[in-house]
């Protein structure tokens, strides 16, 4: 199909299927049972954030739903993909020098291409069991949903 043709927003399991042709094609060991999809609008500033859980070994892969009605669904979103699973196959990496790496040996784009703050940003988890809401921040700021204080779980990477 040439590029451009699909304009219709995929489902999170059709991201997750073309995230898992990626993965074949560039860590064809990795395993992807604890990768998890989720369309965001809400997500403005870059394409894509992978947040990481070790102590549950789990990945939430958020795609900016607006960011990709603007610059495609298809060719673009594998080159972002192609970037996010290197976060996924490498998650202690950051953008350090061993992501530099990768992104060179597979072929992989930089960032996503929208400016966006680089800050680096912390996974939290609210310690209010019946909200247990996982957010990033900044700073350790308090639960979105319910105001309890987070801890740290994980990391984000765009
Ligand atoms: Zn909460
Ligand atoms: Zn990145």
Same mark, same amino acid.
């Given at each position: ?8 927003? =995929?489902? =999170? ?15 064809? +060991?990795?395993? +992807?049972? $604890? ?23 789990? @990945? ?7 960011? @990709?009605?603007? @610059? ?13 699973? %290197? ?11 061993? @992501? ?14 929208? =400016?966006?703050?680089? !800050? !680096? ?6 310690? $209010?069991?019946?909200?247990?809401? %996982? ?6 700021? =308090? ?5 309890? $204080? ?9």
């Amino acid at each position: 199909m040439p590029e451009g043709q699909i304009r219709k927003r =995929p489902t =999170p399991d059709e991201i997750w299927s073309a995230l898992c042709e990626v993965r074949d094609e560039c860590y064809p +060991m990795l395993k +992807m049972g $604890n990768v998890r999809i989720e369309i965001s609008d809400r997500l403005k500033k870059v394409a894509a954030k992978v947040c990481w859980i070790p102590s549950e070994d789990r @990945f939430v892969v958020t795609v900016s739903g607006r960011y @990709f009605d603007e @610059f495609g669904w298809h060719h673009e979103l594998s080159e972002v993909l192609k970037h996010e699973i %290197i976060h996924i196959a490498r998650p202690r990496a950051g953008h350090s020098k061993i @992501f530099a790496a990768e992104r060179d040996r597979l072929g992989a784009i930089g960032y996503c291409r929208s =400016p966006g703050d680089r !800050k !680096k940003k912390l996974l939290l988890e609210c310690q $209010n069991d019946t909200c247990s809401w %996982i957010y990033s921040s900044l700073e350790r700021d =308090p639960c979105p949903k319910c105001g309890e $204080n987070g801890r740290v779980v994980g990391t984000v990477e765009e």
